[in-house]
C-alpha cells in the first residue's frame, strides 16, 4: 500500500484502545513479581517501501538471551530523554540505523517481562535507502519479516515449556528459519491485534 495509507493504518492501529502485554498473559496461574520495572524501550522499525519489520538475531555470546530473536532497542539510559530517544539511540547501536530516516509513528502500551523490565515498544517508518551493520558484540544477524506475515492472527502459535517448576505458555510466530517467541512475539501479537 502506498506510504501514507500505511501511515494513516498504522495511526488508527495506535488510536484503539488496548491495555498493557506481559510474559505472563497466557499464564494467569503465575503470581507476577511486585518489582520496581526498569524501563526499556524496542524499535517496531517498518521499511516504508517493501513493508518488512526489520529483527535480529542476539549474539549467542551474550549473558542474557543469547540467539533470541528481537526488535533493536534495550533499557533507557540516563542520556535518553524519553523512551523514543532509547529506542532510536539502541537501533543507531545495534543496527547502524539512522535516525534521520525513521518517522516515529507512536508507541503501544508497555510490556513486562519476566526479566523485570517494562518495554515500550515504538512503532516507526523507515524512509529511503539503509544498509543494516550489525553491532558484533551484541547482534549476529539482521533480518526483515514482510509485515503481513506478522499481521495474520493464524500464523501466531502458543506452545509451552517448563520454567520455574511448571509449564510456561507463550506465543510464537515463526518465520522461515527464525523461531520468534516470548516478549518479541507478545509484542508483535499486540500489535497485530490492534492492526486488525
Do not use: C
Amino acid at each position: 500500500m502506498p506510504v501514507p495509507d500505511l501511515r494513516k493504518k498504522l495511526e488508527d492501529a495506535l488510536a484503539h484502545s488496548g491495555g498493557a502485554s506481559s510474559d505472563f498473559d497466557l499464564n494467569p496461574d503465575v503470581k507476577i513479581p511486585q518489582v520496581q520495572l526498569t524501563p526499556a524501550a524496542v524499535l517496531i522499525g517498518i521499511r516504508a517501501e517493501t513493508e518488512t519489520v526489520i529483527l535480529t538475531k542476539r549474539s549467542a555470546r551474550l549473558k542474557h538471551h543469547p540467539g533470541q530473536i528481537a526488535f533493536p532497542g534495550g533499557k533507557q539510559d540516563p542520556i535518553d530523554m524519553t523512551l523514543v530517544d532509547a529506542a532510536l539511540r539502541e537501533a543507531r547501536e545495534e543496527i547502524g540505523l539512522p535516525s534521520d530516516i525513521v518517522s516515529v509513528v507512536g508507541t503501544l502500551p508497555p510490556h513486562q517481562t519476566v526479566t523485570g523490565y517494562q518495554v515500550t515498544p515504538v512503532l516507526a517508518l523507515i524512509h529511503g535507502y539503509y544498509d543494516p551493520v550489525p553491532e558484533v558484540g551484541e547482534v549476529s544477524e539482521i533480518f526483515e519479516v514482510p509485515l503481513a506475515h506478522l499481521l495474520e492472527p493464524a500464523n501466531f502459535l502458543i506452545e509451552g515449556r517448563r520454567w520455574q517448576g511448571r509449564k510456561r505458555l507463550y506465543y510464537t510466530v515463526p518465520f522461515g528459519p527464525y523461531y520468534i517467541w516470548g516478549a518479541t512475539a507478545r509484542i508483535l501479537r499486540a500489535f497485530a491485534e490492534r492492526m486488525a
